[in-house]
């Protein structure tokens, strides 16, 4: 007699089944979310034992889910009015607050030739074809954050670059949180860009301090032959919030993509990217900067598959740790076995200001091609105390002088933003973090 060994569901677990279940679904959508929560409720949320999420317990982490939120009253939109984060980027703007599409803080008018924005709920009344595209683009393995998305997909934007579209004005997707009760909010946007276009995407995710809710979001990217994207992402969520978050994508022949993330909110976030080359001599950069206080938790996971020949990515990660933070950098370059001439380079390195933080570190490379280029490293170490006395020496005070020296280090990642406004805005942002250190 074979007994079945069963995981009892967590309270968190059998929350969300409950709640995504009774969320009604377009119809177009509905067999796409079922299967997702089927999913979900039989593998439920990733724990220590579970490879790719040792270092980031979901299931102790999420204890139990906050009710989802019910949108954008007026109170919601007045005080999303309040929020600044890279509002003077000169960015055509696209907001949800509580998860929420707000056409009044969102800016759709006179887009430039090529470009359509559209709510997925219209976009899925006008074509059933993007269920197909939405079911397309999946993680290789169970994801618990890509899961709990897509059964509860209903509100998110879809952005289409046509062909040969040069698109110059940036297009920021903001993601605000407000109240003061817990809520648990999802989104997610879809990126099409076109053979031979350009464009710059930016997503922001703010919220209030000492709220405890819960933000889950998918970017979902589709890069055409011979297209340039590049995207900004900023975090700066409240600090009792829990962020996940998934940036998706495949790019085709000959294509450029540049990313960035600057990470300093929440009390606990996970930003998984699954990053496809799915056309030849495509290139990549992938870069971020994570700054954490107190008792934060932040873990990046990255999966760069190279499927095709000729691929270049570069992958660059800062991390500055101050009191007993704790960040985790997940690393793995796939080297396919068509994909020669791949030339992949990996680097994550940490800077531990306080005596108790902690950086896990954790770079890999699968390669089952002979003709590549390939290599990883990581470092983690404290400020440099030669550094720091010669700068002291010049009459530079001590804060000051740490000041420079952290940004320094993080600098080299925010210089692989290309737009100029952009790039000083998320530097912004970076030094009012260093300002508020103690």
């Not at 290789?140 to 997909?153: E, G, H, I, M």
């Not at 297009?171 to 997610?188: C, D, K, L, N």
């Not at 306080?354 to 490379?365: I, R, T, V």
């Not at 530079?396 to 933003?417: D, M, R, W």
Request: charged share 25%; aromatic share 6%; glycine share 8%.
């Amino acid at each position: 007699m074979n007994a079945e060994v069963k995981m009892m569901r967590t309270a968190a677990e059998a929350a969300y089944a409950d709640a995504l279940t009774a969320l009604p679904a377009p119809e177009a959508i509905r067999s796409l979310r079922e299967k997702a929560l089927r999913l979900f409720a039989e593998k439920g949320l990733p724990h220590r034992r579970v490879e790719e999420w040792k270092y980031t317990d979901l299931r102790a982490l999420i204890r139990e889910m906050p009710p989802l939120a019910k949108g954008a009253d007026g109170a919601a939109i007045a005080e999303a009015k309040k929020n600044s984060v890279l509002t003077n980027i000169g960015a055509r703007e696209i907001t949800f607050v509580n998860g929420a599409f707000v056409a009044e803080l969102s800016n759709l008018k006179g887009l430039e030739k090529g470009l359509s924005i559209t709510t997925l709920a219209d976009a899925l009344a006008k074509d059933a074809s993007l269920v197909t595209l939405l079911a397309k683009i999946n993680p290789n393995k169970y994801d618990a954050v890509f899961a709990l998305n897509t059964a509860a997909l209903n509100e998110g934007i879809l952005i289409e670059v046509a062909p040969g579209a040069q698109i110059t004005q940036p297009i920021h997707v903001r993601h605000i949180v407000t109240g003061t009760s817990p809520v648990s909010v999802f989104g997610r946007a879809v990126v099409k860009v076109g053979a031979k276009a350009q464009a710059t995407l930016v997503q922001s995710h703010v919220g209030p301090d000492t709220v405890a809710y819960q933000t889950n979001t998918v970017l979902q990217l589709s890069v055409a032959d011979d297209a340039e994207l590049d995207v900004v992402r900023v975090q700066a969520e409240g600090d009792k919030a829990i962020h996940l978050s998934m940036m998706i994508g495949a790019i085709g022949n000959e294509s450029r993509f540049r990313s960035f993330a600057l990470t300093t909110g929440g009390a606990a976030s996970r930003h998984t990217v699954p990053f496809a080359y799915a056309g030849r001599n495509a290139r990549a950069t992938i870069a971020g900067a994570t700054l954490l206080r107190g008792k934060q938790h932040a873990d990046t996971t990255l999966e760069i598959d190279h499927a095709m020949p000729g691929g270049e990515s570069r992958e660059l990660y800062k991390t500055v740790l101050d009191d007993e933070a704790n960040g985790v950098f997940q690393g793995l370059i796939i080297v396919r076995p068509d994909a020669q001439k791949t030339d992949g380079r990996m680097m994550s390195a940490a800077l531990l200001l306080g005596d108790n933080a902690e950086m896990d570190n954790k770079p890999e490379l699968e390669i089952f091609a002979d003709d590549v280029q390939c290599a990883h490293g990581a470092t983690t170490g404290a400020l440099d105390d030669d550094l720091l006395f010669y700068l002291r020496a010049r009459g530079i005070p001590k804060k000051e002088a740490e000041s420079l020296l952290i940004q320094s280090f993080f600098g080299e990642a925010v210089e692989t933003i290309e737009n100029a406004k952009i790039r000083d805005a998320v530097m912004n942002l970076a030094g009012g973090w260093l300002a508020a250190r103690s």
